[in-house]
């Protein structure tokens, strides 16, 4: 049980250094940058993809915010604390 609790803090935290990464801007010059961008969305992909397909962003004024972070993170919170 307890490497499942470490897998699923792992998962938690690539979410939120991937949340925290996409507000940098990607270049050419920052091939390293880039690399961990897009190994970050290969292992979350296929998490926050069907969330965003089941609830889109929510529109607050011109910006429509992404949600699906936020419930991916709750969720397995809850899953991490049954466990």
């Given amino acids: 049980m ?3 609790h470490l897998l699923i803090t792992l998962f ?3 979410l939120i250094i991937q949340a925290l990464l996409s ?5 050419p010059d920052s091939a390293g940058l880039n690399s961990a ?3 970050l969305n ?3 992909a296929p998490v926050l993809g069907p ?4 609830i889109p962003p929510v529109r607050f004024g011109g910006v429509g915010v992404d949600l699906s972070l936020l419930i991916a993170v709750f ?3 809850i899953i991490n604390n049954f466990i």
Wanted: charged share 10%; with cysteine; net charge positive.
């Fill in 2 to 4: 307890a490497l499942i």
């Fill in 12 to 14: 938690i935290w690539c």
């Fill in 23 to 27: 507000w940098f801007p990607s270049s």
């Fill in 37 to 39: 961008k897009n190994f």
């Fill in 42 to 44: 290969s292992i979350t």
């Fill in 51 to 54: 969330i965003r397909r089941t």
């Fill in 75 to 77: 969720a397995l919170q």
